[in-house]
């Protein structure tokens, strides 16, 4: 489904070369990445959907490497095949919550599943916020409109990046077996990126990432 293989990515030419253990995800399954602040785990992330390329390396998604694809295509082919819950919700602040679930098929010029929006607003607990604007909700409501924009557009891989940094212990419990349950339900592979060891235990599919080491010559 998804494999990355000699990754290394620097931001600047003076900057730390992050260098990145092989890894895999297959279909519909589960992969934690698991590391400490500053070890490169959001760029990893944003490198395996191509929103970063890497200087070395490269990424397989359902047999298509992405190094391969530039510009709309790269676009087109991150908008149909990932789903990405950030750190940050990003939601338009000025649109309800139903609205902010219909932008990425606007931007991939296809109609909106609006009833699967509702159904996945109301299997998440916040189907009575959907006109509300995001601002409006707590962040726990919006962790849980993050998850139903990222799984509306039936995406194969889901990527959840700190989806439990700021959450207690049953809290943590609660979020990531929903997101667990909803990916399996949308039969999408789900990976998480993390630095919380308390989902250390959750996965047998897991990779440790280490600090920023230049890559094997």
Known sequence: MIACKDIAFQYQPDSPILSFPDLACSEKGQLLLLGNSGCGKTTLLHVMCGLLQPQQGSVQVQGQNLGALNGKDLDRFRGENFGVIFQQSHFIQSLSVLENLAVPHFLLGQSFPKSK??????????????????????????????????????PSIVL??????????????????????????AGAALIVVTHDQRLKTRYNNRVELNSAIPPAP
């Open 117 to 154: 929006a509702h159904d996945l607003l109301e299997a998440l607990g916040i189907a009575h916020k959907a006109t509300e604007k995001p601002r409006s909700l707590s962040v726990g409501e919006q962790q849980r409109a993050s998850i139903a924009r990222a799984l509306v557009h039936e």
């Open 160 to 185: 959840a990046d700190e989806p439990t940094s700021a959450l207690d212990d049953d809290s943590t419990a609660a979020v990531i077996s929903l997101l667990e349950e909803q990916c399996a339900s």
